[in-house]
Every structure is written in C-alpha cells, then in structure tokens.
C-alpha cells in the first residue's frame, strides 16, 4: 500500500507538472512580452507565487476539494489515482489541440468521476459543487469588470504622463 501511495504522490507531481507547462506561457507572457521581465525571471517570479499563494490566499478551495464534493468516506487512494489520471489525460488532450482548459476543473472532475465510478451518484455533495459551478460562471464576469476598472483607474493615474516615463517606471 504504501507503494501505491507514493505512486499517487509522484502522479500528483506530474499533475503539477503538466498543469506548469500547460499555464506557464498564460501566466508570464504579458511581462516577457513587454521586456519588463527576462524569461527566466518571469519564471522564477511565478513559481515563487505558486509556491506561497497558499499562504496568501489560504487553502479554502483546497478544502471544498477534498471534502466538500464528495463524501470523503468514499474516498481511496485508486479513487484519488484515478481521479489525477483522468485529470492529466482531459489535460494533456487540451494541450495537443490547443483548447483552453482549466486544471482546478479538471481535477475536480476527474475526482468526482473516479468517486462516482467507485461508490455512485450518492456520493455527490450538491451544496459544494453549487458553490464551485456557480463560480465557474462568475469567474469571467467578475475579471472583465474588475479589469476594466482598473483600466480606467489606471488610465486616469496616468493620462498627463508621457509613454516613455510610464514604461520607465513600470519595469521591476
């Protein structure tokens, strides 16, 4: 047993893996892009974020995940490797044809399929997956209006300011 859990960490880091190399382009290209960063500091700069947001941001979701979607009872280590598989597989698909695909949902949805293929539909927890679906179509939403208000905040900070000193100032 033992062995297999040491297997489910190593597919867990391949998860992880995957899920860098699926999003690292997304999350650093705006900064390489404009030369405020190097490639190799944007890097750097977002993997310590992704290291320390936990500490940042706390581990809420992290907690709906493990035991606020499905009955946790329910849960094995073959539920949990299967779940990372599916996830990595629905990952890797979208990666080779180039669709947009979110890893949080993957997973979840590799977890609650493993979870539903082991135990049935009754291990669903419908008040979780509420909170998780209704935020997946208030995610965009709530970005495009919070982008565009700082658009205009910072727009408005800079209007008397020349491009040259706003790019100036801008660089780390």
């Known amino acids: 047993m033992s062995v297999f859990i040491i297997v489910i960490v190593a ?9 860098g190399m699926h999003d690292a382009a997304n999350s650093v290209s705006t900064i390489v892009s404009t030369r405020v960063l190097s490639p190799k500091q944007a890097v750097v700069w977002a993997a310590c974020f992704n290291f320390v947001a936990f ?21 094995t280590p073959t539920v949990i490797f299967a779940g990372l598989t ?15 695909s979110s890893f949080s949902h993957a997973l979840i949805g ?3 399929g493993a979870a539903i293929a082991h135990a049935g539909f009754g291990v669903i927890i419908v008040s979780g997956w509420y909170k998780t679906l209704m935020f997946i179509a208030l995610a965009p ?12 905040i910072t727009s408005w900070l800079i209007r008397k300011q020349t491009l040259a000193s706003v790019n100036k100032r801008s660089k780390v």
């Open 141 to 152: 939403i709530i970005g495009i209006i919070l982008g565009y208000i700082f658009k205009i």
């Open 11 to 19: 597919i867990a880091l391949v998860f992880d893996f995957t899920n």
């Open 55 to 75: 500490l940042i941001f706390g581990t809420a979701v992290a907690q709906t995940i493990g035991n606020g979607i499905i009955k946790i009872a329910t849960v």
């Open 86 to 100: 599916g996830a990595i597989c629905w990952n890797m698909i979208t990666w080779y044809f180039s669709l947009p």
């Open 110 to 112: 590799g977890y609650a």
